[in-house]
């Protein structure tokens, strides 16, 4: 059963800057392209980036030019760069496989102020 932890969320004001790490147990990791979801209160689950096992990246248009996905095989992590915050970015943010996901982690809470 894979685990996923995300980590690396936090309170910081607007244009500010964070990185989170989504690390995962199994051997099947490197092979699935994964992504980064968010779920704002009162809001429906939505994925902001996605990377191939290859490292191909796609990206919610209201994040492009701001967040970067990335990943590390070998860790078995991806990452969120996350630049230029604004307060519409507020939610908890998960990662995941985009096919056949796994079960969800904890996800790590993401708070930007005015």
């Known amino acids: 059963q894979v685990q996923l932890v995300e980590s690396g969320g936090g309170l910081v004001q607007a244009g500010g800057s964070l990185r989170l790490s989504c690390a995962a147990s199994g051997s099947t990791f490197s092979i699935k392209a994964m992504g980064w979801y968010r779920q704002a209160p009162g809001n429906r689950r939505e994925l902001v980036a996605t990377i191939s096992s290859r490292g191909t990246t796609t990206y919610k248009d209201s994040v492009k030019g701001r967040f970067t996905i990335s990943r590390d095989n070998a860790k078995n992590t991806v990452y969120l760069q996350m630049n230029s915050l604004k307060p519409e970015d507020t939610a908890v943010y998960y990662c995941?496989?985009?096919?056949?996901?796994?079960?969800w982690g904890q996800g790590t809470q993401v708070t930007v102020s005015p």
């Open positions: 995941n496989a985009i096919m056949a996901p796994y079960k």
